[in-house]
Each structure stands twice: as C-alpha cells, then as structure tokens.
C-alpha cells in the first residue's frame, strides 16, 4: 500500500517511473522500514512489484552487493545479448567498452579494469575466447559498420573495402575500414 501510495504522490505511472526514484527519496517520504527490512532498492521492488522482471542495472542506484555476485554478471550480459540479438558467443567480440558504459554497465567494467576480454573470460568461461580478437579499434570498426549495415539496408555497405582507384602515396591500394560505394562515403575508425 505505501508504494501506491508514493506513486500517486510522485505522479507514478508505469514501472519504468521507479527506476528513476532513489533510497533517499523513499526514505523521506516514510519508506526507510521497508528498505532496512528488504536490505536494498532492488529486493524492495521485488517484493513489492513481484510481477515485473526489475533490471538492477537500470535504477538509479544499484548496490555494490549487486554487481559483487557474479551470477550478475551473466545476467547482464545474457540480457545485454539478448536485447543485441547475439546468436553465438562470437558476437561478443563487436562490442566495446564504450557499449557497456552508455547501457549503465560502469560498475561491471570496473570490476575487470574496463577490459572486455576479463568480462567475457570471467562470466563465460565455457567458451574459448583466446580465439578472438579483442582489439579495440577492430571491434569499434565491427560496431560501425553493423550499425550502418542496419541503417542502410538497401545498399551495400562493405567493410575493409579496398578502393580500386585510390592509393597511398607508396602506390598501393587504400583499404577503408567502412565504405558506402554508392554514396561514396568512407569511414575510418582511428
């Protein structure tokens, strides 16, 4: 009854809305019993909202309880695939540092010195990631030219182009990392 309660005085309409609040804010609106006898923002949402699947990542604080669990950990990742509709453990090697930061995953890459290939190693230890590349400007070029494949569909989009009238000073051919042919525009990821 008192998160019903709080929602209607805080104009609450939808769970995506108890994201945004913080421990602090229901404490001093009278919630600080619940918290202190749920232990956290996130076992308090549980509890109270069982039917919705919360997301500890996305509240506005998330405790460092949470992200301590590995078995966190794979669930991010696994909702993170998930939601990049990854079919193989492969797919992990086009994502970058950049992608987990801007999807509230700063405490993970804390946790593995903001390395990928320590995250993918730690959580999915059944796979052989030694035969991946997990060179940074490669996986960043891999996110550009996915995401323009996905944007332009209807052209061509290639990556590691190798265009067939310009060269380097030295004579050779000039590889561009993602290029449109028919638009006539290049991308290089430095």
């Given at each position: 009854?008192?998160?019903?309660?709080?929602?209607?005085?805080?104009?609450y309409?939808?769970?995506?809305?108890?994201?945004?609040?913080?421990?602090?804010?229901?404490?001093?609106?009278?919630?600080?019993?619940?918290?202190?006898?749920?232990?956290?923002l996130?076992?308090?949402?549980?509890?109270?909202?069982?039917e919705?699947?919360?997301?500890?990542?996305?509240?506005?604080?998330?405790?460092?309880?949470?992200?301590?669990?590995?078995?966190?950990?794979?669930?991010?990742?696994?909702?993170?695939?998930?939601?990049?509709?990854?079919?193989?453990?492969a797919?992990?090697?086009?994502?970058?540092?950049?992608?987990?930061?801007?999807?509230?995953?700063?405490p993970l890459?804390?946790?593995?010195?903001?390395?990928?290939?320590?995250?993918l190693?730690?959580?999915?230890?059944?796979?052989?990631?030694?035969?991946?590349?997990?060179?940074?400007k490669?996986?960043?070029?891999?996110?550009?030219?996915?995401r323009?494949?996905?944007?332009?569909?209807?052209?061509?989009?290639f990556?590691?182009?190798?265009?067939?009238?310009?060269?380097?000073?030295?004579?050779?051919?000039?590889?561009?990392?993602?290029f449109?042919?028919?638009?006539?525009?290049?991308?290089?990821?430095?």
């Amino acid at each position: 009854k008192f998160f019903e309660w709080m929602g209607s005085q805080l104009g609450y309409v939808s769970y995506q809305n108890w994201y945004n609040v913080g421990f602090d804010v229901i404490c001093s609106m009278g919630g600080q019993k619940l918290m202190d006898l749920n232990g956290s923002l996130l076992k308090t949402l549980n509890s109270v909202f069982p039917e919705h699947s919360w997301t500890a990542w996305n509240l506005k604080t998330t405790s460092m309880d949470f992200w301590s669990d590995k078995m966190n950990h794979r669930i991010y990742l696994d909702r993170i695939g998930e939601h990049l509709n990854f079919k193989c453990f492969a797919d992990w090697q086009d994502v970058d540092v950049g992608f987990f930061l801007s999807m509230k995953g700063k405490p993970l890459m804390e946790l593995y010195g903001y390395s990928m290939s320590r995250v993918l190693k730690s959580v999915y230890p059944e796979y052989d990631w030694n035969s991946l590349n997990f060179c940074a400007k490669k996986k960043s070029q891999r996110w550009v030219y996915k995401r323009l494949s996905k944007i332009i569909t209807s052209i061509d989009v290639f990556e590691d182009y190798i265009h067939p009238s310009l060269k380097y000073s030295r004579n050779t051919k000039l590889q561009i990392d993602v290029f449109v042919p028919e638009l006539n525009l290049g991308f290089e990821y430095q």
